[in-house]
């Protein structure tokens, strides 16, 4: 059974820093490409970062993160990693763990950017 458990969200001040973790299991984690998407409130979900299975070459980033967020994989721990520097009040948002093939989710972690 495939699963994605998200952590390290919370709140930070603008111009902070936060790591998102995902733990996956119940699949073989190295041979897939993993996604971050958010979803903020009255908006629709939407791509945030995703790597391939084969580490951190040809990772895609939304425009709006671009030279902010990195994401990265470790494949012996299973995790894939979102660092968010110099955060902003727009990045507010539930962050969510995506697996593409069979479309899994994790639970998702709040992220809220806020003096």
């Known amino acids: 059974q495939v699963r994605l458990v998200e952590s390290g969200g919370g709140l930070v001040q603008p111009g902070g820093s936060l790591r998102l973790s995902c733990a996956a299991s119940?699949?073989?984690?190295?041979?897939?490409?993993m996604s971050w998407y958010r979803q903020a409130p009255g908006k629709e979900r939407e791509l945030v970062a995703r790597i391939p299975r084969f580490g951190s070459t040809s990772t895609i980033y939304a425009d709006a993160v671009k030279g902010r967020f990195t994401i990265s994989r470790d494949n012996a721990k299973n995790t894939v990693y979102l660092q968010m520097n110099s955060l902003k009040p727009e990045d507010t948002a539930v962050y969510y763990c995506?697996?593409?093939?069979?479309?899994?989710w994790g639970q998702g972690t709040q992220v809220t950017v806020s003096s």
């Open positions: 995506h697996r593409e093939v069979s479309n899994a």
């Open positions: 119940g699949f073989s984690f190295s041979l897939y490409s």
